[in-house]
């Protein structure tokens, strides 16, 4: 009876995974959307941080990819209640473009090709917790999942990851985005179940 | 990276049990005017993305947003900025005191 009744719930590999509280496990990618998907062409895409100051740092297509890369595997918690684990990235840390950045805000937010606008602490972007990427599973990032380029902050819920980023706007003080406007979670940690405002 | 993904918008009539929830009566048959491009038209008409994270409705002119919806367990958030009013058709005061 024990050997039947084992292998109904899930596949061996996904045994003892310990999953953010309400979460449940998919092995597919769901494309959630809140408009038309942008067509971006690389000729004229571009990367920007604006500072606090008005300072722009600005970079083509070319100059991202001749940028060092990392190729970080994470876990994907959306706030739709699914989550995906161990998926591989390929893209820039965001401590690479910063680098060069001089800034004393503590609050970024990031702007997308098609208007989509989502806020974070600036620190959540630092020290090895976000990218700029460019390819998802060894393939370059379709325009389904925020192809050509995406802001990956796994350790948010995947709305903070912002799909067909454009640019990032240091702030001196907290702007909301697109969601977080509209009844989600300011900040949205997966382990504390930020979902909504007020949770 | 199909037409399909791309245009997976539903039109506004999808908006009918959502926001029956809220208002007292069908309101995709509200006729709002759109705060970006101008142009007016019922609920219905929008081009509408959801229902998770939140419904979204977009102006069939200028893709503009002109209403989100949230649904949360315990409430719900509507935002209507991009609508500069709302013309909801209602019988006649005195009809509607049964006079
Ligand atoms: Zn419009």
């Known amino acids: ?199 | 990276m199909t037409a399909s993904i791309e245009d997976a918008y539903q039109d506004g009539n999808a908006l009918a049990g959502p926001l029956r929830e809220i208002f007292a009566v069908d309101m995709t048959a509200a006729e709002g005017r759109c705060a970006s491009c101008g142009l007016t038209g019922p609920l219905a008409s929008l081009r509408v993305y959801g229902p998770e994270p939140g419904w979204v409705a977009r102006c069939p002119g200028c893709e503009e947003v002109l209403l989100r919806l949230v649904r949360g367990p315990q409430a719900a958030w509507l935002d209507l900025r991009g609508i500069v009013n709302l013309r909801i058709s209602l019988p006649a005061e005195a009809e509607a005191a049964g006079a």
Request: aromatic content about 14%; glycine content about 10%.
């Open chain 1, 1 to 199: 009876m024990g050997i039947i009744s084992r292998g109904f719930r899930g596949r061996p590999r996904d045994e003892g995974v310990k999953l953010p509280p309400g979460q449940y496990l998919t092995h597919d990618f769901p494309v959630l959307s809140a408009g038309p998907t942008p067509r971006v062409r690389l000729d004229t895409w571009e990367f920007t941080i604006d500072t606090e100051t008005g300072q722009t740092h600005r970079w083509t297509w070319r100059q991202l990819l001749d940028l060092p890369s990392e190729t970080p595997t994470v876990d994907l918690h959306c706030v739709t209640k699914w989550s995906k684990l161990g998926t591989s990235w390929k893209g820039v840390s965001l401590d690479v473009l910063m680098e060069d950045v001089e800034t004393t805000a503590e609050y970024a937010l990031v702007y997308s090709y098609g208007g989509y606008t989502t806020n974070l602490p600036l620190q959540d972007l630092l020290d090895g917790q976000a990218w700029i990427t460019y390819e998802y599973d060894g393939e370059e990032l379709a325009p389904a999942h925020g192809g050509p380029a995406r802001l990956l902050v796994p350790h948010l819920y995947l709305w903070k990851s912002a799909k067909w980023v454009r640019g990032i706007r240091l702030l001196n003080e907290d702007w909301p985005g697109f969601w977080e406007t509209a009844g989600y979670h300011n900040y949205g940690d997966p382990w504390r179940e930020q979902r909504y405002q007020g949770d």
